[in-house]
C-alpha cells in the first residue's frame, strides 16, 4: 500500500532555516491531509491539516501547502528549532461510508534542526 | 489539555496468549480508533469504532482481533491468540466529529 509516500527518510537543517517536508499520494479520494510530529516512546501529536479543496494553511510557525495536480503536499517549518527535531508523519484522510475518518500514513521524515 | 491515554506502555506476552490493550479516549469524544506500528514500518490503520460497533476495519483486522467500549470511558482491543508478528506499538486514537485525530502514546507489544 503505497498510497502516501515521503521519500526523505531524514533531513538535517540549521536552527533558524526553514524545513521543507515533504510528501506524495495517489489517490485523489482523500479529503483532508494531515502532519503530524512524533517524539520516540510517545504517540503521533497533530500539528497542522488541510483541506482537499484547499492550498495553503498556516498556523504559527507551520505552513502547509498542497499542489492537486501533483498529488504534493509539504510542510514548511520556518524558523526551525531545536525542539521541532522528531519524526514527521503526513497523513491522508479517507471518509469511510460510516462517516468515520480513516488515515493513511507515510512512512515518515526524521527531522534533525542542529543549533 | 484533555489527552488521550493507554495502558499498560509495555506489553510482554508468549504467543498463544490472549492480550487486552487498554485506551481511555478524550471524554466527549464520539469516534475510536486503533493503529499499530511495526517497527520502522508505517503507522497502519485497524479499526474504528462509533455508536458502540466497528464502522471500517483494515484486512489486518481479522478474527484474533476485536474491540470494545466495555463503560463509558474505556476503548480496549483484545488480540485472543498473539502472533510473533504481532509485537508492534498500538496507538489509540479519537476524535469528535471533525476528521481531526489525537493519539495516546501507545502500547509496546511484544510477543516472544
Known amino acids: 500500500d503505497q498510497q502516501v509516500k515521503q521519500n526523505s527518510p531524514s533531513l538535517s537543517v540549521q536552527e533558524g532555516r526553514i524545513s521543507i517536508l515533504n510528501c506524495d499520494y495517489t489517490?485523489?479520494?482523500?479529503?483532508?491531509f494531515l502532519w503530524y510530529k512524533k517524539y520516540p516512546a510517545e504517540g503521533p501529536t497533530f500539528l497542522i491539516s488541510i483541506s482537499s479543496i484547499k492550498d495553503k494553511n498556516e498556523d504559527g510557525r507551520f505552513t502547509v501547502f498542497l499542489n492537486k495536480s501533483a498529488k504534493h503536499l509539504s510542510l514548511h517549518i520556518v524558523p526551525s528549532q531545536p525542539g521541532d527535531s522528531a519524526v514527521y508523519f503526513c497523513a491522508a484522510s479517507a471518509t469511510t461510508t460510516s462517516g468515520t475518518y480513516k488515515y493513511i500514513f507515510g512512512t515518515g521524515t526524521r527531522l534533525k534542526v542542529l543549533a | 489539555e484533555p489527552e488521550v491515554t493507554q495502558t499498560p506502555s509495555h506489553q510482554v506476552t508468549q504467543m498463544g496468549q490472549e492480550v487486552i490493550l487498554r485506551c481511555v479516549p478524550i471524554?466527549?469524544?464520539?469516534?475510536f480508533y486503533w493503529y499499530r506500528q511495526i517497527l520502522g514500518q508505517k503507522v497502519e490503520f485497524l479499526v474504528s469504532?462509533?455508536?458502540?460497533?466497528?464502522?471500517?476495519k483494515s484486512e489486518i483486522f481479522d478474527d484474533q482481533f476485536s474491540v470494545e467500549r466495555p463503560d463509558g470511558s474505556n476503548f480496549t482491543l483484545k488480540i485472543r491468540s498473539t502472533k510473533l508478528e504481532d509485537s508492534a506499538m498500538y496507538f489509540c486514537?479519537?476524535?469528535?466529529?471533525?476528521?481531526?485525530?489525537?493519539f495516546g502514546p501507545g502500547t509496546r507489544l511484544t510477543v516472544l
Open positions: 489517490n485523489s479520494m482523500f479529503d483532508y
Open positions: 469504532f462509533y455508536n458502540n460497533e466497528i464502522s471500517e
Open positions: 471524554s466527549n469524544h464520539l469516534y
Open positions: 486514537a479519537s476524535s469528535a466529529r471533525s476528521y481531526t485525530q489525537y
